[in-house]
Structures are given as structure tokens and as C-alpha cells.
């Protein structure tokens, strides 16, 4: 140190000539041997070196003191009351305590444990895309071994006095058993760790317990970008890199420490300000910076103590180096972000929050929101994933199809929020991502467009169960809907709300046929469960009669909602019906209000079978007015698994049994249901034929169905005949629409029968004008201008005796046109199929 001192007392020499200025900068040193002391180091105000840093002042020997770094020293030295009043100014490299705080003649270059302070208190409040704020934390102090900044950056947040102390609800350890005991503590009251120290320490107190988050403050720059294993989940708070770059002594480089830099960077702090000194009768200069030291870029604050950025690294989990995620500028106390999406080594890539409540945990982790990015639509067909608004007028309850990590998804719109959700939907959003049961939908997250927030749950492509019950065709009561598979279906039904009842979600309460969703291998799965805080249950004829009269939902108003499934499922009809009552207003008044008998849906008990009596005896017990007489799920479930064994004496048929005479069922009634679909098919097929024909000709329409497109073609001998009513404006004027409309109507009409007595073709009619050709489609050789001039004239007898049914004694009268000559054919647009023509 003594020979850089005389490096930069020499550098100094050299600025100050080169700015004319003509002083000599000296430097004493005055020391003692420290073989005469026992204890080591700075621990107490009666440090050795107080009184000869003393005397040295009193003998005025120099303008300025560089050191003391240690605190008690420095303390001794500035303190108002019982220390030195000062003339000249003292640098330290050190001096770390909150006492030597606000010292006029004290400048120190090394960061304060006030700026350490500030930085903990800014960082833990502060909220980041990796990181909620933090109000908890621990703080590990050690009796013993403790280098002068540890000591006094850790006692700078312990002590009371200081805003993070107040601010902040900390806990200080003080030996590593507290620390080890506190890791292993589950039900400890932050997950935030704070200590002092080196690699060492790590590694040490990684050996003994796992920790979910350290924040480990060292003076070292790690210039070494390799991070070991042990610092995987470690924060570090670094001073800022030093300009090794500055000299040229690579051994010097290799072997300062930050005290030693900065008694460097003092002497050239102090020839700085002498240099500016001189300078000031002839201009003004800045004397808070050292813009070139080892250092790096100096900046003062206004007390004197330096200001830097601390830079916080962390342990990629891509390239296992130190990463630096953000800087903290003490001068501004403000965070600049380094990385926006840091690889963290906790989990989801956050940071961990610093409470250990159990429920703040289930809030804090990611509950799965989905860039709409990731949702595409399931199919190229669809244009885009946006809600038409005529369908958002007609309905509450909105959903569209998507595709999302490769699976076909149903985007549900959640009506009732707008995408910031409170700390209980969010609960509820992580219980329900935990849900996986065969018979139960799956979710997978939430997703927000500019038109609304949506739930993403797995598709199940067959659609719901009310859409099944309603397609007779597709599902025959004779073949596929019989009572076997009827069963089966209410049995999945009732298994998958066994298990919601059983899980932390607990209860349904919009169970309906709309809610039950079928897949592709005809399993019944439920969905819509959960989040009642986001998804209220409505009122309809499926709510159970005591949540119509007062607002709620329950596990027996659950079982009421299946029972009136179960009845949609036995009678295939509409839900709830009954021959009594078509109003569902109606139905549901009446069961809200019963009267001396309570209003169900329609059972018929007559003429079934002692199996389905017992079905239909399972079913009027689960919509019981009294919810407590109605039996749980499990219950069901062993009903209807009784029920099904012995429903055709099957007590004893095997699995495969079973499955064969089922399969031969199925094949002695499959070649009617080929036969029902091709007549339907042949008649629809037909329909379309008709229709095609008349609306193009003959020739055209073979085409279409033959090649899909139809070739131009060139008529050589054709003739046109085109009309159009005289004075046509001025009728509408004196017109309804509709009377417009029919009187089109009537005149075209009887134009179209007097076209069916000559070989022409109606080309088209737009308005009051009339087109007709002859010589196409069909040609007809030279005749086309006689068959046009006989249809002329017929035309013309016709309107000379027509009379206006809205303008009766108004004459009508009509332009006609012909025009013989070479014609074009052909299909104009393929969007919409029209005939047009050329002439030529």
C-alpha cells in the first residue's frame, strides 16, 4: 500500500504541472509494531491505534489522514463530543458504522452499512416480475470471526434504530445453531435468509440443512463467472468490479483487496481536490468524483460516503454461471432490472416468497396463466378465436373451441371477473389445477384476449350430454342408448362427483346435462366445477329447492341436480319433464313453492321392469325434499353397480361375456341404421340436385358435380331478348315494398309461363329487367331469333291486358329489346355460382 501511496503522490506530482500549477505532494507514514499487542483486528473503542493516529494530528504532520479503516478508530477520531476537532480532512477505506454517519470531515470510499441498509429495505419492498415483496426475513449474525464490514453491514440491520428494523419484521440469529435449526423448521415465519461471508460459509451451512432462499452479501466481484453447486439458490450482493485495467501490474491486480484499492484511489481523490483547490480562483470544478482509480468511477453523496451500484448475481440454471439480475443505485436508491425472464433455480422461475404460510404458499405459486399466444384454433377452418357479439347478446355463458400444448381445448369466458384476480380465486384456480380423475374435466390454466378473460379445460369432442340425449339418430334408444349404457353413463357421472366431493373442492353446485361432457370413447366426464367465487350458480330447473329459496350451494343440492340428469337420461326428454307443466318459469316456481305434493319430473313406474323400478326408486330418492334423507355419492355408486350386474341376470356374466352379446346386438340392427342414413343421404342429395337445376342450366350443373368447375364456351348463332318496365320509379314512388314485391312478382311469374312454350332461357332478372336467351345452353341452330321474337310478342299481348292490383286502370308498359350474335358462357366468382354471359 505504502508503495502505490508513492505511485499516485507521484501521479498527482504530474497532473499538477501539466495544469501549471507548481506545489510538492509528500507523505509520512507513522506506524507501530503491532507484535506488541495480543488482540487482533478492531472490536472496541479502545483500539491501539487511536492514540498515535491522535498524536500524528496533534504534531501537525500533514494536511490530510488517510485511515483509519476501522470503525472505533474513526469513531474516536470524528465524533463531535469525545474525539478531535478536526482541521483536516480524513479518508478511510472503511470505517463501515452507522456512529461515523454524517461526519463533516470524514470521507469514506468503501460503501457504509447505512447504504446496505437502504438497499435490503428498497430490494425486499420491491415488486419485480420474478419476485413479490417481501416483509419477513432472517438475519444471521455471528458471535465470532467476523471481518470489519461483516460486523458492521450485519449490525446495521440489527440495529433498532434504523429504518429497516422498523420497517421490516426480522428475526436475528445469533449462532449457527439458531440458523440450522430455524432452516429445518417448517413452520418457520420467513423463507428470506441474510448473512455475511464467503463461499465457505455456504458450503458449510448447506451441509447441515437445505434452505429455500439465502441473500449472501461479499466484497468480492466475482470475476470467476463459474458459480459452484453450492450457490445454486443463493442471491449475492457484490460491490461493483474494480478497474484492473488501471495499472499495469498484473501481480498487484491479482492480490488487492478493496482496502488497499481504496487508500490507492484516496490518494488520488485528495491530489484531485488540492489540484481543484488551487484551480478555484480561476474556475469552478466538481471535487465529488474520481473518474479513473481502481476503483472504478467514484461518486460522493453529499456526506462524503461513497455511492455505488451493487450488482445482485445469481446462478443461472441454463449455463450454471453467475448472472447478473440487477443493479441497485445507492445515489437514487433505485433497482435496474438486468434480466427480465432470469433461469432461477427456484421453482417456476420465481423467486420464493418470504412467507411460510401454508396458504400464502398456494397464492404465490403459478396457477398457470397462458399467453394467448400458446392458444390456437383447433382447426384451419377456423378463422379466429373471437366471440361474435351476436352470440355474446344471446347467451351469459360463452366458450370457444382451441388447441393448446397440443391437445383440443375448450376456452370457457369467465363472465365475472376481468383477469386480476383476489387472493381466494386465486386459491381456488391452484385447487382446481390439481384436479386429475378420469371422469373429471381437466384444467389447464387461464388466457386473456382484448374480448375477455377464459378458462382453457380439455375437450371432449362428442359434445355435451344433452346433445347426446337429443340426437335419436346418432344414439338409438333400440342399439346404443339402451338401459345398460344409460346406466353406465349415470355411473360415471355419479363417480366423478364422488371424487369432487372427496377433494379439497368439495362441492359442484352447477351440475346440469350442459355440464357433463362425453369424449371420444363415450366417457362421461364433468366439468365447470370449482372457482364459485369466478363461476355463480344460476337458478334452473337443475338447482336444488332449497338453494331457490335461499342463495347457496351443498353436496345434497348436488345430489338433487343428478337426479334430475339421471332422469333426462332414463325418459330422454327435455330436463325436467313433465306432461303437467312446458313453462320452465312455471317449474321452477313450483318447486321453490311446493304444495302439497312437491312437483318433480315425470317417472313412469308403470310397466318397468323390478330392475328399473329399482333405478327409478334410486333416482326419486335423490331429488327428496329433505336434502338429508338424499344419499351420497358413494352410495349411488354401490346402487347403481348392483343395478347393472343383475340388470339381464347377469350376476354371473363374465367381462367378455358381456362385451360379445353386446357387439351382436349392435351388428343385427347396424345394416337398418346404413340403410336409414343412406335415404337420408339419397334424399338430401336430391334436394341439393333440384335445387342446382333450377338455378343453372343442366349442362352447368353436370359439370360442377363431375369436375367441379365448368369451361368457358362460345356460342356462335344466339339471340338475347332483354325488357324492363316504363316509368318503373315513378310506380315504386307511388308503392309500398311489399307492393312492389308482388307486383314483380305476378309479372315475372306470368313472363316464366309463357317461357316454358318456347325453346329459351331465362338468364336472369335484376330489378325491373328481364333477360331471356335462345341458342344456349342448347343450341337450336338458326330458330333462336324466331323463338325470341314469338316469346316477344307473346309477352307483349300479356302486358297489354294486365292490370296493377294496387294501381288499378295505370297502364303497363314495357321496353323490349333483341340482339343477335356470337355469345360467351361461363360461371362467374366461385364463391357464389351464377351463370353469365357476353355478348359479342
Request: hydrophobic residues 35%; negative net charge.
Amino acid at each position: 500500500m505504502i508503495f502505490n501511496s508513492f505511485l499516485n503522490i507521484n501521479r498527482s506530482y504530474h497532473f499538477s504541472i501539466t495544469q501549471g500549477l507548481d506545489f510538492t505532494l509528500t507523505a509520512n507514514y507513522n506506524g507501530f509494531n503491532t507484535t506488541f499487542y495480543n488482540r487482533q483486528g478492531c472490536g472496541s473503542s479502545s483500539c491501539e491505534g487511536v492514540d498515535i493516529l491522535k498524536k500524528l494530528y496533534v504534531s501537525e504532520v500533514g494536511c490530510v489522514m488517510l485511515g483509519p479503516s476501522c470503525t472505533f478508530a474513526t469513531y474516536n477520531l470524528v465524533d463531535e463530543e469525545i474525539g478531535l476537532i478536526l482541521s483536516i480532512p480524513i479518508i478511510s477505506a472503511g470505517s463501515f458504522g452507522l456512529s461515523c454517519d454524517y461526519k463533516p470531515k470524514l470521507t469514506r470510499l468503501l460503501p457504509p452499512a447505512r447504504k446496505i441498509s437502504d438497499f435490503f429495505l428498497n430490494f425486499m419492498n420491491e415488486t419485480l416480475p420474478f419476485k413479490s415483496p417481501w416483509q419477513r426475513t432472517f438475519v444471521y449474525k455471528k458471535a465470532v470471526n467476523y471481518t470489519e464490514d461483516c460486523f458492521w453491514y450485519i449490525n446495521a440491520l440489527d440495529a433498532g434504530s434504523e429504518n429497516f428494523a422498523s420497517a421490516m419484521d426480522r428475526e436475528m440469529l445469533h449462532s449457527e445453531e439458531d440458523l440450522i435449526k430455524q432452516l429445518q423448521n417448517e413452520e418457520r415465519h420467513s423463507n428470506i435468509f441474510i448473512l455475511c461471508g464467503n463461499t465457505d460459509d455456504i458450503v458449510s451451512i448447506k451441509a447441515k440443512a437445505a434452505w429455500p432462499g439465502f441473500f449472501h452479501f461479499s466484497h468480492r466481484y466475482y470475476k470467476n463467472t463459474t458459480s459452484p453447486a453450492s450457490m445454486d439458490n443463493v442471491l449475492v450482493v457484490t460491490l461493483p468490479k474494480r478497474n484492473d485495467d488501471y495499472g499495469s501490474n498484473s501481480t498487484f491486480n491479482d492480490t488487492i483487496n478493496d482496502y488497499v484499492a481504496g487508500y490507492y484511489d484516496g490518494t488520488l481523490l485528495f491530489g484531485k481536490v488540492l489540484r481543484e483547490r488551487m484551480l478555484n480562483k480561476r474556475q469552478n470544478m466538481r471535487s465529488n468524483d474520481v473518474p479513473l482509480s481502481i476503483g472504478g468511477h467514484y461518486v460522493l453523496d453529499e456526506y462524503g460516503d461513497r455511492d455505488v451500484n451493487f450488482s445482485i448475481i445469481y446462478t443461472s440454471v441454463d449455463t450454471k454461471q453467475y448472472e447478473t439480475l440487477l443493479v441497485f443505485d445507492t445515489s437514487k436508491n433505485a433497482t435496474i432490472e438486468k434480466m427480465l425472464n432470469p433461469a432461477l433455480f427456484w421453482e417456476d422461475g420465481q423467486l420464493p416468497s418470504d412467507m411460510q404460510n401454508r396458504k400464502e404458499r398456494h397464492i404465490q405459486k403459478k396457477w398457470s396463466h397462458i399467453d394467448s399466444h400458446l392458444i390456437s384454433p383447433l382447426d384451419e377452418r377456423e378463422v379466429s378465436l373471437k366471440i361474435d357479439d351476436d352470440k355474446r347478446k344471446d347467451s351469459t355463458y360463452f366458450s370457444h373451441r382451441g388447441r393448446y400444448d397440443k391437445k383440443p381445448v375448450i376456452l370457457k369466458e369467465l363472465i365475472h371477473t376481468d383477469g386480476d384476480f383476489s387472493e381466494n380465486q386465486r386459491i381456488e384456480l391452484n385447487t382446481l389445477l390439481r384436479i386429475d380423475y378420469y371422469n373429471l374435466t381437466k384444467f389447464y390454466g387461464t388466457v386473456k384476449f382484448e374480448y375477455g378473460v377464459f378458462g382453457v379445460f380439455e375437450l371432449c369432442q362428442r359434445g355435451s350430454l344433452r346433445y347426446i340425449l337429443n340426437d335419436r339418430i346418432s344414439y338409438p334408444d333400440e342399439t346404443f342408448m339402451d338401459m345398460e349404457f344409460k346406466i353406465s353413463v349415470m355411473y360415471d357421472i355419479a363417480k366423478g362427483m364422488s371424487y369432487l366431493h372427496s377433494s379439497n373442492i368439495e362441492v359442484h353446485g352447477r351440475l346440469k346435462s350442459t355440464n357433463c361432457v362425453v369424449d371420444n370413447r363415450m366417457v362421461v366426464k364433468i366439468t365447470d366445477f370449482g372457482c364459485h367465487t369466478i363461476l355463480r350458480p344460476g337458478r334452473d330447473v337443475w338447482t336444488a329447492p332449497e338453494h331457490l329459496r335461499k342463495d347457496g350451494v351443498s353436496q345434497k343440492g348436488d345430489v338433487y341436480s343428478y337426479a334430475i340428469i339421471a332422469n333426462e337420461i332414463v325418459v330422454r326428454q327435455a330436463p325436467f319433464y313433465t306432461q303437467f307443466c312446458s313453462n320452465t318459469a312455471e317449474k321452477i316456481y313450483r318447486v321453490q313453492y311446493p304444495s302439497a305434493t312437491v312437483f318433480r319430473p315425470d317417472l313412469n313406474f308403470e310397466g318397468a321392469s323390478e330392475r328399473e323400478i329399482e333405478l327409478y326408486m334410486l333416482i326419486k330418492n335423490c331429488w327428496d325434499e329433505d336434502p338429508e334423507r338424499r344419499p351420497d355419492f358413494k352410495k349411488i355408486e354401490l346402487t347403481l353397480g348392483k343395478i347393472f350386474s343383475n340388470l339381464h341376470n347377469q350376476a354371473t356374466e363374465t367381462y367378455m361375456d358381456n362385451l360379445i352379446r353386446r357387439l351382436q346386438m349392435y351388428s343385427k340392427t347396424l345394416e337398418n341404421l346404413v340403410e336409414e342414413r343412406t335415404s337420408l343421404y339419397k334424399a338430401e342429395r336430391d334436394r341439393a340436385d333440384r335445387l342446382n337445376f333450377m338455378l343453372l342450366p343442366g349442362p352447368v350443373v353436370r359439370s360442377l358435380k363431375e369436375t367441379g368447375r365448368v369451361e368457358p364456351e362460345l356460342f356462335e348463332e344466339v339471340t338475347i331478348y332483354f325488357s324492363d318496365i316504363v316509368g318503373f320509379t315513378t310506380l315504386c314512388h307511388y308503392s309500398t315494398p311489399m307492393e312492389v314485391v308482388d307486383m314483380l312478382n305476378d309479372i315475372y311469374r306470368n313472363f316464366d309461363s309463357i317461357l316454358d312454350n318456347h325453346d329459351v332461357y331465362k338468364v336472369e332478372t335484376i330489378g325491373d329487367a328481364y333477360m331471356v336467351a335462345s341458342g344456349l345452353p342448347k343450341r337450336n341452330g338458326n330458330r333462336h331469333a324466331v323463338d325470341i321474337a314469338h316469346m316477344a310478342l307473346d309477352i307483349l299481348a300479356f302486358v297489354g291486358t294486365f292490370e296493377l292490383q294496387h294501381l288499378p286502370g295505370i297502364p303497363l308498359w314495357i321496353r323490349i329489346g333483341v340482339h343477335s350474335g356470337i355469345h360467351k358462357e361461363s360461371i362467374l366468382s366461385d364463391n357464389f355460382k351464377e351463370l353469365g354471359t357476353l355478348n359479342l
